[in-house]
């Protein structure tokens, strides 16, 4: 069952502790990152100063409502904290992301932020990446054949995305392979080899981003930093 945002409400409240007044904020996207921007709309409210980056339209459009100013990259170098969600997490904060679609803006904000916190449910750690079988991979559509080839070459089996019978575009006008994979034992390596496939626009490993995890677990919160158990 999908976790509402009053149910993520505890770890949403921990991850406001860490935003300074004035601060620029990547707003991530999914469940755990919507129940953030809805505590932090309120927080807004109340007098918090902050500028909001989203990672996608569907951020942006929540953001807007509840009141949050936003910027782009045109009008910020880079972010004091961004906080988002993640699919898979390992236990050296390396992480699995895109379940959602928006795996390539996600990367990009979390690349300019001084602090990336990423929150989690524990059904969400892993003690390896890959464990629940599929990494997002953005791809061209002109290309998707050949990508698709490519992957498979690589032991990636790719299914298009679909979304209402139609595939699913990403916000970047992009098609997303749900790649099929096994336990990466070395995910820098297939990051370094998906990569130089022509066409991928980018995947779903988050590596060395160092984040701060926090993970909900009833109404507690646990903190953990990369590489601490």
């Known amino acids: 069952m999908t976790p509402t945002p009053h149910e993520l409400r505890a770890i949403a409240e921990r991850a406001l502790e860490m935003i300074p007044d004035g601060a620029a904020v990547g707003l991530g996207t999914g469940h755990a990152a919507t129940a953030f921007i809805h505590a932090l709309g309120e ?4 007098g918090l100063r902050v500028r909001g980056l989203p990672t996608s339209q569907a951020s942006a459009d929540l953001a807007r409502q509840l009141g949050i100013p936003l910027v782009t990259f045109d009008e910020v170098d880079t972010l004091d904290v961004d906080v988002d969600g993640a699919d898979e997490v390992d236990p050296h904060g390396n992480l699995i992301k895109g379940y959602g679609g928006a795996l390539v803006r996600e990367k990009i904000v979390a690349s300019a ?12 750690l892993v003690p390896v990446l890959g464990s629940r079988g599929t990494l997002p991979v953005e791809v061209v559509p002109f290309g998707l054949g050949p990508c698709r080839r490519r992957l498979t070459a690589l032991g990636c089996v790719g299914q298009l995305r679909r979304h ?12 997303i392979l749900d790649c099929r994979i096994s336990p990466l034992e070395r995910p820098g390596e297939w990051e370094q080899a998906l990569r130089a496939i022509p066409g991928v626009v980018g995947t779903g490993l988050f590596l060395d981003m160092a984040p701060t995890v926090l993970i909900q677990q009833g109404d507690s919160v646990e903190v953990r930093q990369p590489g601490k158990s």
């Open 43 to 46: 927080r807004v409210r109340a």
């Open 113 to 124: 932020a001084r602090r990336l916190i990423i929150l989690v449910g524990p059904e969400k």
């Open 164 to 175: 209402e019978d139609r595939p699913f575009v990403s916000d970047n006008g992009n098609y």
